[in-house]
């Protein structure tokens, strides 16, 4: 499975936040299964880019992001069925991050966590992941306290080269890693569901030079004409705005 970590794009901000969409469209041209809605995702052209997508892959996480009502605007976790096993995924975001969120609010990681993990059991999965979006110490300390997860995803990209830290007697931790610059291969394998799982992570650097692979050339000008064709439009929307200015000046 392709799963990416959360914060694809760069900004929430007008100016900014409208090309998350743009990358999300190339991400689901790529083949991803799985993609976490972090701190820099949620810009409302994302909001509306989500409530209109039809279709059915890659699956969104959006964790403990809720309207102000309390009810989560998405998926906070699934369970995915892969090689004939389940595998249960849940997101969740530092309380730490609220201001992030203009219109929504962020309920306790602890809650979306715990909600999962019942669906889990009852649904008897074969592997738990948590994606957790915070700094590495809150992350480990998070974790600490739980069950049953095989496998922490850290989400929060903090510009440092990505590692894996696998440890006897204690969840397998992959991340934080800056954005785009490597890739984590996550191999898992269990003989039974009681006995625990063994985890082998290696991390590909992929530089710079990936921008000139072959294999990329066709998504990167999908995003460039997106990128192009948007700005476009922004730029006329920005003239019809200004001339109904005009307009009602008198000018």
Known sequence: MIIDGGDTGESTSERRGWITPLMWDVMSAMGYDLINVGKRDFADTAAVWLQERKEKKPLFLTGNIADSTGKYIGEPYFILEHNGMKIGVVAALSLNYRNYFRQQVLRAPVEVISDAQKEFRKEKVDFQFLIYMGRKKESIDVISTLEDFDLLLIGNSDGKPMEAQIN???VPIVGPGDRCRELAVVT??????????????????LGDGFSDSPKWLPFDKIFKDKLAADARAQHLRNQQLQNEAKAKSGN
Do not use: F, L, S
């Not at 006995?195 to 991390?203: L, N, S």
């Open 168 to 170: 006897d007697g204690q």
């Open 188 to 205: 898992m394998t269990r003989e039974k569901r009681e006995h625990p799982a063994t985890v082998t992570c290696d991390i590909v650097p």
